[in-house]
């Protein structure tokens, strides 16, 4: 097992994967928008055969989760019709398939850390047409392993890290959401499990239990406010800027699409059957930024 098919070509964790595979032995095939497009099935099959690969990474996904609100058919063709096709090749390539999927599956109201076998239950059409890209993904191959993380962020791509140092830069104060939890997770991180999922696949071969919903977050657990808090004294021991951050609540701050208000997952799965464990998102979040500082 060499060649990665990654999907997503210029997204968070596409970008993090053409680093973390060849890392790994791996060759790192990117695929994108035109030559790789949901809406034109014909190209998703033309980009496989041509590319051959020996196993598929789909990063590829409608992210914008208040724009699903208003297309909720065009999120599903990208989040769930896509899996679909992408499942139905890989199994005639009799080859296995990790699929991407969120924290937004989950309706937020359990009270303690999600695990893999708590029903799902999504509030919006992004966790609707991505919970069914999960099952279609499945149903269509079972050599499927799907990963759910949550608060992605990397150095480039639209993210909350990202956002936060642009607003800190003009703003001396911001307002952040502060009674939403979950776990930030670095792209290079996810990156890096993938590379080393991919790996233990090509050394043990594909083992029955690889065939579930794993989650794949960073490690802990924080708020939108804390995390900003902790971009901001990470940037200012570096120079950057230090805005004061006041806490307001979900309700000050509404959005088209509603967020779980506590996506905490456990990962405990993945570190059990893969040996995989991501680094504290603290770690996530001082890697990302020494990755933006080298890029100026
Ligand atoms: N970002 C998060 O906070 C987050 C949280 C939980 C889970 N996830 C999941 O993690 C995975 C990776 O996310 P990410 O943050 O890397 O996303 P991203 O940066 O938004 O990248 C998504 C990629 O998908 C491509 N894409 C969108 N619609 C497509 C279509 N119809 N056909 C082909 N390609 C299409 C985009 O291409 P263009 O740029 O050309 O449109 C982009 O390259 C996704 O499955 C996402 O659902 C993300």
């Not at 939403?180 to 071969?205: C, E, H, M, N």
Request: charged share 20%; net charge negative.
């Amino acid at each position: 097992m060499r060649r990665i098919l990654v999907t997503g070509r210029g997204g968070q964790l596409a970008t993090g994967l053409e680093a973390a595979l060849p890392a790994l032995g791996f060759e790192a095939l990117l695929v994108g928008q035109p030559e790789f497009e949901f809406d034109k099935p014909e190209t998703v099959v033309a980009a496989f055969h041509a590319l051959k690969p020996d196993a598929v990474v789909n990063c590829a996904a409608w992210t914008a989760v208040d724009a699903a609100e208003d297309d909720e058919a065009g999120a599903f063709r990208a989040n769930a019709l896509g899996p679909a096709l992408l499942g139905q090749l890989t199994r005639e390539a009799g080859i296995p398939i990790i699929q991407i999927s969120t924290d937004y599956v989950y309706d937020g109201l359990k009270g303690a850390p999600y695990l893999e076998s708590d029903a799902p239950n999504p509030l919006s059409a992004y966790g609707r047409t991505k919970l069914a890209g999960e099952w279609a993904a499945r149903a269509a191959n079972p050599r499927c392993t799907v990963l759910r993380t949550a608060w992605v962020f990397a150095p480039m791509g639209r993210n909350f890290l990202r956002t936060m140092l642009a607003l800190g830069e003009q703003r001396p104060e911001l307002r952040v959401v502060a009674d939403q939890w979950g776990s930030p997770t670095a792209a290079p991180d996810l990156a890096d499990a993938i590379a080393a999922i991919l790996a233990q696949i090509r050394t043990q071969g594909w083992r029955d239990e690889c065939a579930d919903v794993f989650h794949a977050t960073g490690g802990g657990f924080t708020t939108w406010h804390s995390f900003a808090e902790a971009i901001f004294a990470e940037a200012a021991t570096h120079g950057g800027p230090c805005p004061k951050i006041h806490a307001i609540t979900t309700a000050d701050y509404p959005t088209k699409a509603t967020r779980p208000a506590d996506g905490r997952l456990d990962n405990g799965k993945l570190s059990r059957v893969f040996g995989v464990t991501l680094p504290p998102w603290e770690q996530g979040m001082k890697r990302v930024m020494a990755a933006l500082r080298k890029a100026g």
